[in-house]
């Protein structure tokens, strides 16, 4: 006769252990409460391994050699250098620690916490079960564990060997061709990134413009810096169909039109993990994610959601935000989470960042709408630096007259977005924004005079 094992009873049992988990972990050290953390796979989650980390870097490796192209105009004569892959995906590797996740693991053990490594399941919304292990919470369960990628049902291609993101930014080899679907921020990225090392880029966007999470002006700005990669931007033509060609593939277009290359890589969205706890009796949004409450991010009585699996959105810093405010109400604080002023950055050349709403998504709202706009490119920095052609879109409430959006596309748009993350949150008065001192020839110095505009239309 099997006897089954009686479940382990602790505080807290968090299914993930990604940076919301990691967050949580490090939020509760100290408080006195137990807490067990189920990770699959490696412990920090996705981005360290196989997106955030890994993709910027490679990106960063094509910008260093795009620089020493701009040295031809700007400091040299002659300029000369061998694309070295290989010295490339090494430094991504290790960048990405090498997939080995021994450090943060012993990092998230020092908190206290107890780390079960394995496939968690769960059972009831009090426990977790993992292997032939259950583990009940007295207190809560948080779900936090993530996201992957999205395949779409396409004829053909689960005939084919397609990449995701963690093909793509953790790379071995660098294809002659590499077709891309999905014109989002991943799709993008990783398309440059390929195409500064000498690949063959193509992106395929089944929608009507690319980036379509940003204001329509941000893609317009962005294209000629991707084309002047070498790079084919297809909008507005679907993907109906791929089958192999050769050692490579072929994509089959809504309009006739096909594409052929080497590889494929499918940037087409992401999806909860939800094979882990979507059989509990917890509701999910009609994009499948775990619904929760935005504020108190709570899913369930005793069930707390955390980061990407909750939809709101799919950063890095909100997830471990959302770790912050969960482990402070696990500790008895009434935190709220609040989603104001959620900053984005795709870290294209030049990057595009983008903060609160966009100005059809304020009109939408019933806001009383102003914008300015300017381009970057044409202040005394942009001229200092070389860049031309990029945007700046400032979204403002007349009623309230303060700021509620704001897209960049400029070189070092995530770092002078700082501010108006700030503005955005705080409510600031845009006679305020309008007299701040920017300094000179920095980019935000750009930010003056737009503002400066934006303030007076609201008067």
Same mark, same amino acid.
């Given at each position: 006769?099997?006897v089954q094992?009686?479940p382990?009873e ?6 993930g252990?990604?940076?919301a988990g990691e ?10 409460l137990?807490l ?10 996705e ?9 910027k870097t ?10 020493a ?10 300029v000369?250098?061998? +694309? ?7 430094r ?5 620690r090498?997939?080995?996740?021994s450090?943060?693991a012993a990092a998230?053990?020092?908190?206290g ?7 968690g399941?769960?059972v009831?919304l ?8 259950r583990f009940?919470?007295r207190k809560?369960?948080?779900i ?10 396409i004829p053909?291609?689960?005939?084919v ?10 790379? *071995?080899?660098?294809?002659?061709t590499?077709a891309?679907?999905?014109g ?6 990783l398309g ?5 090392v000498?690949?063959?880029?193509? +992106?395929?966007?089944a ?12 893609g317009a ?9 070498g790079?084919?931007v297809? !909008?507005?033509d ?6 192999k ?5 072929? +994509?089959s ?8 290359a080497?590889?494929?890589l ?15 009796? %917890? ?9 929760v409450?935005?504020d108190?991010l709570?899913a ?7 980061g990407? !699996?909750t ?5 890095t ?16 604080e ?6 104001t002023?959620?900053?984005?950055v795709t ?13 059809a998504?304020? *009109?939408?709202?019933g %806001? ?5 706009s ?8 942009g001229?200092?630096?070389d860049?031309h052609?990029g945007m700046?879109k ?7 007259k ?10 070092r748009a995530?770092?002078i ?19 701040v001192?920017?300094p ?18 609201a008067?």
């Amino acid at each position: 006769m099997e006897v089954q094992k009686l479940p382990q009873e602790v505080d807290v049992v968090c299914l993930g252990g990604g940076v919301a988990g990691e967050a949580i972990a490090h939020g509760l050290e100290g408080s006195g409460l137990s807490l067990v953390v189920v990770e699959r796979e490696l412990v920090g989650g996705e981005c360290p391994y196989w997106g955030c980390v890994p993709s910027k870097t490679f990106l960063r490796s094509g910008e260093t050699l795009i620089e020493a192209l701009r040295a031809r105009t700007l400091a040299a004569s002659r300029v000369e250098w061998d +694309v070295d892959f290989a010295k490339i995906s090494k430094r991504v590797f290790w960048m990405a620690r090498d997939l080995d996740d021994s450090r943060p693991a012993a990092a998230l053990q020092a908190t206290g916490a107890q780390l079960v490594r394995g496939e968690g399941r769960l059972v009831d919304l009090r426990t977790v079960e993992v292997g032939e292990e259950r583990f009940t919470a007295r207190k809560a369960v948080v779900i936090a564990n993530g996201g992957t990628a999205a395949i779409p049902p396409i004829p053909g291609l689960d005939t084919v060997e397609y990449w995701t993101n963690r093909h793509a930014a953790t790379p *071995r080899e660098r294809p002659d061709t590499l077709a891309v679907l999905g014109g989002g921020a991943i799709g993008v990225e990783l398309g440059q990134a390929f195409a500064r090392v000498g690949t063959n880029v193509t +992106v395929i966007e089944a929608g009507a413009r690319f980036l379509g999470l940003e204001e329509p002006e941000a893609g317009a700005a962005l294209l000629p810096h991707l084309e002047m990669d070498g790079i084919t931007v297809m !909008v507005g033509d679907a993907c109906t169909g791929v089958e192999k060609a050769g050692n490579g593939v072929s +994509v089959s277009l809504r309009s006739g039109a096909s594409v052929q290359a080497d590889r494929l890589l499918v940037a087409t969205g992401r999806r909860a993990n939800f094979e882990a706890w979507h059989g509990a009796g %917890l509701t999910r949004t009609e994009r499948g994610w775990l619904k929760v409450d935005p504020d108190t991010l709570e899913a369930h009585v005793g069930v707390l959601g955390a980061g990407d !699996v909750t939809g709101i959105g799919g950063f890095t810093h909100l997830a471990y935000y959302h770790g912050q405010i969960v482990a402070r109400r696990l500790r008895g604080e009434d935190a709220r989470a609040d989603h104001t002023a959620v900053p984005r950055v795709t870290f294209t050349d030049p990057e595009v960042a983008s903060v609160g709403l966009s100005e059809a998504a304020a *009109r939408e709202r019933g %806001l009383d709408v102003v914008t300015a706009s300017t381009d970057p490119g044409e202040a005394a920095r942009g001229y200092i630096h070389d860049f031309h052609g990029g945007m700046i879109k400032l979204v403002g409430d007349r009623g309230r007259k303060v700021l509620v959006g704001a897209t960049l596309v400029t070189p070092r748009a995530g770092e002078i977005l700082g501010e108006l993350i700030l503005a955005v949150k705080a409510g600031t008065p845009l006679s305020t924004l309008g007299d701040v001192i920017h300094p000179y020839p920095a980019f935000n110095r750009v930010l003056g005079a737009v503002l400066q505009e934006l303030a007076s239309k609201a008067a």
